[in-house]
């Protein structure tokens, strides 16, 4: 499960590159109850989403080297300038450079060999997200990829990541992920290996968020009537919970999770 006890290669921050804030801001309060603060006049456009007090989120405009709407997420590193040098070692393509942002901290944007997209924050005055793992916050990262087995190997040169085997429906290839030196009792997401018709259909390599609800049909139902895309409905994975994929109304995906209690 995540926690905000951010060790290196943890989910650490999540931002939303979207063309209409505004719009954005109103979709995302509706469904999980967001409310929208500014980072200020030189963030240009940049701000938190808050829930109770607490940033669970990140918004902000399109970068220019972004193709489409998307969440863009962060992975803990003490060292950004190593972990750059880690990813151009292991495959992957550096698409922006660390970089200052205010005192906050440093961040930088990969690629990695399948085409996911993915960041790393070195922190300083921001220690990442207040909350995570509770209704209207992340509580689990999985990436989707064209060739698992290379992604797998490429995560865990970068980050040290635990993998572990875990048979889920279907006969899919899913592995748990875990921080390096932890075991799964720890892990933060997974890694599943795209069947081959969704390839041949055209769906690509990403990351994707599961936020946390305390009813994933109801959250479903607030975000299909506000523009939302289902894309799998809410339904049933033993031993996970009650989950569900959609697209929001500028087609950046995102899942739903309601846990299972006993999970």
Known sequence: MLTTDYVPGAPVWIDLGTPDIEAAVGFYGHVFGWVFESAGPGAGGYGMFKLGGETVAAIGP??????????SLYFHTSDADATTRAVEQAGGTVELPPMGVFDLGRMAHYTDPAGARFAAWEPAGNGGLD?????GTLCWTELY??????ARDFYRAVFGWVLQDAPVGGGLDYALVSPAGDGPDTSQGGIMQLPAE?????????????????????ALAAAAGRGGTVLIPAEHAPGVGRLAMLKDPFGAPFALLTPDTAA
Request: proline share 7%; with cysteine; net charge negative.
């Open 198 to 218: 969704n390839i041949a259909a055209g769906t690509t390599s990403d990351w994707h968020p599961y936020f946390e609800v305390a009813d994933c049909d109801a």
């Open 131 to 135: 909350a995570v793992g509770e209704p």
């Open 145 to 150: 990829s064209t060739d698992a087995a290379t």
């Open 62 to 71: 399109m970068s220019e080297e972004d193709s489409d709407p998307g969440w």
